[in-house]
């Protein structure tokens, strides 16, 4: 978990890094242990206002793949950098007249112990044909629960920065002149 400030410094290290002529704007980085993802807004294609749908998804969907190949030289020396410098890895999307699409993700393990009841919900997921395995049915549950508790979320975020931010102001923070006198009078 990083603090809002840690993530304001990490977009501004982005905003300044990237060339000026990437994306058109800079619209989302987000961050967790393992990977920086950094979104970016694109131009869409120009079609005529009546094409069909068919049509302006090919359109969105090359103009992405177009950018992808073109940028990927100045985007690997910009993640070189900011994963030696932030220990993460870093991938990559657009923003595309209304269409996002992620280039590379990484795809983190994640150990867990379930009982039979929680195997059960992932196999029946998978029965279903919800998920294929049963990383895949639980990815889709973590997803689920995304999707419906993102306010419940946010806040327990914020009272994370809270802790980090009382932890910090802690007493092993540095000395205070009070630790030294206690200390001085101390004759044992």
Same mark, same amino acid.
């Given at each position: ?17 990237? &060339? @000026? ?7 989302? /980085?987000?961050? @967790?242990?393992?990977? /920086?993802?950094?979104?970016? +807004? ?9 094409? &069909? ?14 950018? *992808?190949?073109?940028? !990927? ?6 993640? +070189? =950098?900011?994963?030696?410098?932030? *220990? *993460? ?44 395995? *049963?990383? @895949? ?17 946010? =806040? ?8 980090? !931010?009382? !932890?910090?102001?802690? &007493? ?9 006198? @206690? ?6």
């Amino acid at each position: 978990m990083i603090t809002t400030e840690q993530r304001e410094k990490l977009r501004g290290w982005f905003a300044g890094r990237l &060339p @000026d002529d990437l994306f058109e704007e800079l619209t989302e /980085i987000t961050v @967790d242990r393992e990977e /920086i993802t950094v979104i970016g +807004r694109i131009p869409a294609p120009r079609l005529a206002e009546d094409a &069909p749908a068919a049509e302006r998804e090919a359109a969105l969907e090359s103009r992405a793949q177009e950018f *992808r190949e073109r940028t !990927r030289e100045d985007r690997m020396a910009v993640a +070189r =950098e900011a994963e030696h410098r932030f *220990r *993460r890895k870093v991938s990559w999307g657009v923003e595309c007249g209304g269409r996002r699409t992620l280039f590379t993700r990484v795809a983190a393990p994640v150990m867990t112990r379930l009982r039979q009841p929680e195997r059960q919900v992932l196999d029946t997921l998978i029965a279903g044909g919800v998920a294929r395995s *049963r990383s @895949d049915a639980l990815a889709w549950c973590v997803r689920l629960v995304q999707r419906h508790t993102d306010d419940w979320l946010a =806040e327990l975020r914020d009272s994370l920065e809270h802790v980090q !931010r009382v !932890r910090a102001q802690g &007493p092993d923070t540095g000395p205070s002149p009070a630790a030294g006198a @206690d200390h001085a009078n101390d004759q044992g």
